[in-house]
Structures are given as structure tokens and as C-alpha cells.
């Protein structure tokens, strides 16, 4: 076997969604910070994310995270999310899994029952509290970076679905968040190829008649996911609970709660005074997995928005160990993909 490329990566997933985590073979990308990084990649080192994301290693339902070394005072590594088409700045499920994945590969040891950690995003500094017991983490909470409304009750005319109101929100990376009943689709197994076009839909029209930026990164821009919601209402436990679910560029279905989503949902509840700092929120996936949520603190940015700061709690679980290597006379070193699987041309 002769390779040219030999890259390690950890199979992992949190409550449902697929976060790869590389843990090897692939030096830290030239960058004073996580987001100089991150950019580096996006625009001169992309062929990574194609060589592990695209056909025939990866598919329209795999997440990639880079390990690197911190940059930010007081934290013990880095990460940057690579995603079928984007490099969104934070991501909760992916957080998630790379901690678990840190703590349990012992890239980072684990300190039992409560390992806290401080890791490096390109969206910013988060907190990690994983409970670890016999050597496994048992739960991951995440504290977010901090989220906050940019507009509610905006109105967006989209071709094909009609002219519909919908909140745009951070969570770690921008949302157009759009109740489920407005576009008539219920938030089932079966309406997943709906979701997936009607949220494509709606996010090209949103970006287009909604630009945004964070007011603090001006390279933080424009509406990256569409997050259909169900009504918060009270779940079994007691606590606030509602469904979501988030669609992921260019056409899945996020299988977890996604935690920048439910980032970007508490920031509009807490606007809406439907939500109290402190109080437990479930949000739950179109797989019925949960992350159990709570807005820690209120803050604000430089600008003067009032930011919410949220933490999401859940598990992952890792799959896997795998080597994807290159063989030079490989016909696709950067990977294809075609619209049976990826619905759009990429
Ligand atoms: O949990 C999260 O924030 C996300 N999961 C996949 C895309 C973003």
C-alpha cells in the first residue's frame, strides 16, 4: 500500500449527528487565531474537506473536526468544524463529540467525575463540564458562545412557498428560524426530504433579502441554516421542551437538536420574554434525542445587543477509528458527489 496522504480520524456522533473528529496526520493550519485558521483552510486548504467529506469516504451527512493547538488563553485545544459546504464558526454537536473524543482517546486527561475544559473555536472561547465515569463521558455541556437576535418576525417571500414570517438569530453561526406550520410540514422521519427542500428554499431567499454580520466579526456573515420549530410546550419532566430541526447545506437534516440552533432559539425566547435565565429547556430532534438547555448568564456586545449565553447538555458516543489514506493513482482525490445523495450539485 502506498499513500500520500494518511490522515487519523475518530468515528464519533452526539445524540444522533455525525461529528468526525481528525486526531492525526494533518498540521495545524497557519493562523494567530482559530478563525484565521479556519479562514486559511476555507480559501487555500479546502482540499482537506473535500478529501474526507465528499464521496467516496465521506456523504452528505458527515462532519469533520480539526483538532489544533489553542490559541486562547486558558484553553487546552482547538477545533474547526468542517461541514458539507460550510465552515460554520461553532457547532454544539460537534463540540460534543470532540470533547469526548479528547477525553476518552486521552489526547486530554480525564479527571472523574467532572473533567472542565476550555476550547478554541473560530466562533470564540467555549466551557466544556463532562461528567466521566470508568473512563467514558457520560455527558457533555457545552456553554455557547453568546447568541442573540438580529431580527423577529421578519417577513421573506420565498419562490415555490409564499411569502412567510420567520426570526433571524446567532447561535454560533446565523439562523432563519421558521415555524413548521407555516410551511404546512410536520417535523417527522417522513417529511425529511420536504424539510430539506423547503428549508433550501427558504435559506437562498433569506440570505438574499436578509443579509446579516456579527457585529463583533465582520467575516461572521450571512444566514448559514434554516431551523424549522414545533411550539415550546411542556414536556413529560416538567421543563419547557420543543422540537426542532435544523437543515444542513446541501440537503440533510441535522439528527440532533443542534445545539447552535437551539442557541439561536433561546435568544429569540428569551426576547420574547418566554424564557427565564436559569430555567432547563429540552430541545428535542426529529430523532427525539435531547440536549437538556439553560441560558447561564445575560450579556452584551460591543455594540450594545443584549446577548443571551447558552448551554446545551448531551452525549456522544465514538464509532470508530479509521485511517483514510490517498493512494496517488486514487481518480478522486478530492472526492465527487452527485444529487441522488447531496439533492443539489456541488
Ligand atoms: O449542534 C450544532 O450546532 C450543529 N450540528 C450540525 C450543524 C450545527
Known amino acids: ?164 414570517t420567520l426570526d433571524i438569530a446567532y447561535g454560533g453561526a446565523f439562523f432563519a428560524i421558521v415555524d413548521a406550520r407555516a410551511v404546512g410540514l410536520d417535523l417527522t422521519r417522513e417529511n425529511a426530504r420536504r424539510l430539506v427542500e423547503t428549508g433550501e428554499a427558504i435559506k437562498e431567499a433569506a440570505r438574499q433579502q436578509h443579509p446579516v454580520v456579527h457585529p463583533e466579526n465582520p467575516g461572521i456573515r450571512d444566514i448559514t441554516f434554516v431551523q424549522f420549530t414545533e411550539p415550546v410546550r411542556e414536556g413529560a419532566d416538567g421543563y419547557k421542551e420543543g422540537r426542532n430541526t435544523v437543515v444542513i447545506s446541501p440537503g440533510k437534516l441535522d439528527r440532533s437538536p443542534c445545539g447552535t440552533g437551539t442557541s439561536a432559539r433561546l435568544a429569540v425566547l428569551s426576547a420574547r420574554d418566554e424564557i427565564k435565565p436559569g430555567e432547563t429547556y429540552v430541545s428535542r430532534s426529529i430523532l427525539d434525542t435531547r440536549f437538556i438547555c439553560r441560558i447561564e448568564a445575560v450579556s452584551t456586545l460591543d455594540d450594545g445587543t443584549v446577548a443571551i449565553v447558552p448551554s446545551l447538555k448531551g452525549r456522544a458516543w465514538i464509532t470508530g477509528l479509521h485511517h483514510y489514506g490517498l493512494d496517488p493513482e486514487d481518480p478522486f482525490p478530492e472526492g465527487y458527489t452527485l444529487t441522488d445523495t447531496w439533492y443539489r450539485a456541488l
Not at 474537506?49 to 465528499?54: A, P
Not at 473536526?65 to 482547538?78: I, K
Open 1 to 164: 500500500m502506498k499513500w500520500s496522504r494518511d490522515i487519523s480520524v475518530v468515528g464519533c456522533h452526539a445524540e444522533g449527528e455525525v461529528g468526525r473528529v481528525i486526531t492525526g496526520g494533518v498540521l495545524p493550519p497557519p493562523g494567530e487565531t482559530l478563525f484565521e485558521q479556519k479562514t486559511h483552510l476555507q480559501n487555500q486548504g479546502d482540499d482537506l474537506r473535500r478529501f474526507l467529506i465528499k464521496e467516496p469516504r465521506g456523504g452528505a451527512f458527515v462532519h469533520c473536526n480539526l483538532v489544533v493547538p489553542p490559541r486562547s488563553p486558558e484553553t487546552q485545544a482547538g477545533f474547526i468544524i468542517m461541514e458539507p459546504t460550510d465552515y460554520p464558526p461553532m457547532s454544539g454537536s460537534n463540540s460534543i463529540c470532540v470533547a469526548t473524543v479528547l477525553l476518552e482517546t486521552g489526547m486530554i486527561a480525564m479527571q472523574e467525575p467532572v473533567t472542565h475544559l476550555k476550547l478554541d473555536t473560530p466562533g470564540g472561547v467555549i466551557a466544556v463540564e463532562a461528567e466521566c465515569a470508568d473512563g467514558k463521558c457520560r455527558s457533555v455541556r457545552t456553554t455557547n458562545v453568546p447568541s442573540f437576535v438580529v431580527k423577529l418576525d421578519a417577513s421573506c417571500k420565498v419562490p415555490g412557498v409564499g411569502e412567510i
